[in-house]
């Protein structure tokens, strides 16, 4: 890491996006700290900063030096955007932090990552399931990530932990302190059992509501595949999920009863086609390419359905508007939402009520964007 590299991060009058963008210009931070005024506005950099740019580079300049400093006192490390060990799928990402600071051991770029993340208030039910959803993943090359807060996070980092696989502690806050208290030991166990808490925040970084869903976007960005354990429509589980969709990142929602409103998010991520829906580890485990077995299509699906190769329930028919929609994805899959409303002429209501029973089905699945397939 070069000083310059942790510099940019607290260059003031330069957010993430734009200092991403100067990375790719001028091919380093370091370069761009030796550039001149006019190569700045030549960059796209606004006139009244770079009057002011010598001044601003040597303040980060300094800033950045004495957070050097600190961080090695209290244990933590730094790894910035260009470097090595940044997680690469982050990285991809176009609001990616420059800067990660971390307690533990960050190695994730030989592993795949799946994010789970739900509600605070967390129902046993949704803890169990959280529970068997990482369990069935044991022995897999992969991590998981999540936020540290209490009810689902949680559970899903003591799943790991017991699993025996590496979990990573994303905080919206600096790393000389863990919130929530009760949580303290947990991450020292994360830490001991080779996973790692980490943040893009700066040292005396105190809790606020709005750093949050910076944090939620950071565990979306580093994982290929996230898990919407419980979740009602409020809330940092929804932000990691649609931060998750608009990084073309698979997303999964485990599904609960209409009447329950820990479950209202998550009905709704299946329901529009933000998600797919969650029923068993191998689903993940599909996804991510870590299975080479699949659901073997019996004769009996395939006389009741009419379209061989789908997969579906045992002894499910599809109604008129169902096999309209099939019929549609024969010719045309993967098929949008938008294709699928022009071709069939349904409501979108009604389109959507059909997409999810042929979901549940097992006959189609969702795809990130919107998009749907025939399972088969």
């Given at each position: 890491m070069q000083i310059e590299d942790l510099?940019?991060?607290?260059?003031?009058?330069?957010?993430?996006?734009?200092?991403?963008?100067?990375?790719?210009?001028?091919?380093?931070?370091?370069?761009?700290?030796?550039?001149?005024?006019?190569?700045?506005?030549?960059?796209?950099?606004?006139?009244?900063?770079?009057?002011?740019?010598?001044?601003?580079?040597?303040?980060?300049?300094?800033?950045?030096?004495?957070e050097l400093q600190q961080t090695r006192r209290y244990g933590i490390a730094i790894v910035c955007h260009n470097d090595a060990g940044y997680p690469v799928a982050l990285r991809c990402c176009s609001d990616a932090p420059l800067v990660l600071y971390y307690r533990g051991h960050l190695e994730v770029n030989d592993k795949q990552g799946l994010a789970v993340v739900g509600t605070r208030r967390a129902s046993s039910y949704g803890k169990e399931q959280t529970r068997k959803a990482v369990e069935g993943l044991k022995g897999q090359n992969?991590?998981?990530?999540?936020?540290?807060?209490?009810?689902?996070?949680?559970?899903?980092?003591?799943?790991?932990?017991?699993?025996?696989?590496?979990?990573?502690?994303?905080?919206?806050?600096?790393?000389?302190?863990?919130?929530?208290?009760?949580?303290?030991?947990?991450?020292?166990?994360?830490?001991?059992?080779?996973?790692?808490?980490?943040?893009?925040?700066?040292?005396?970084?105190?809790?606020?509501?709005?750093?949050?869903?910076?944090?939620?976007?950071?565990?979306?960005?580093?994982?290929?595949?996230?898990?919407?354990?419980?979740?009602?429509?409020?809330?940092?589980?929804?932000?990691?999920?649609?931060?998750?969709?608009?990084?073309?990142?698979s997303v999964f929602a485990i599904p609960g009863r209409n009447n329950d409103y820990v479950y209202e998010g998550c009905n709704y991520l299946i329901k529009t086609g933000k998600a797919r829906l969650f029923q068993e580890a191998q689903d993940i485990r599909r996804e991510m390419g870590m299975d080479d077995t699949s659901m073997l299509t019996s004769s009996s699906n395939t006389e009741n359905s009419g379209f061989p190769g789908s997969i579906g329930l045992p002894g499910f028919q599809p109604d008129l508007e169902q096999s309209v929609v099939l019929n549609i994805l024969r010719s045309e899959n993967p098929a949008s939402i938008d294709l699928l409303l022009q071709h069939s002429g349904f409501p979108l209501p009604d389109l959507l009520s059909c997409l999810l029973r042929l979901e549940l089905s097992g006959l189609i699945r969702s795809c990130p964007g919107s998009y749907y397939e025939l399972s088969g």
């Open positions: 510099a940019l991060s607290f260059l003031k009058g330069i957010g993430i996006r734009t200092a991403n963008a100067l990375m790719e210009f001028f091919g380093s931070a370091t370069a761009f700290f030796k550039a001149t005024p006019q190569e700045c506005r030549e960059a796209g950099i606004k006139p009244r900063v770079c009057e002011q740019m010598e001044k601003l580079r040597s303040a980060a300049l300094c800033r950045a030096e004495k992969l991590f998981t990530v999540s936020g540290l807060a209490l009810g689902i996070d949680t559970q899903a980092h003591q799943s790991s932990l017991e699993s025996g696989l590496p979990t990573y502690a994303v905080l919206a806050h600096s790393l000389e302190m863990v919130y929530p208290e009760e949580n303290r030991g947990l991450a020292q166990q994360i830490i001991e059992q080779g996973g790692a808490i980490l943040s893009e925040m700066p040292l005396h970084t105190q809790i606020r509501a709005g750093l949050f869903p910076r944090r939620n976007r950071i565990i979306a960005g580093m994982a290929q595949v996230t898990l919407v354990a419980e979740a009602s429509m409020k809330g940092g589980a929804m932000h990691t999920a649609y931060a998750a969709d608009s990084y073309q990142r």
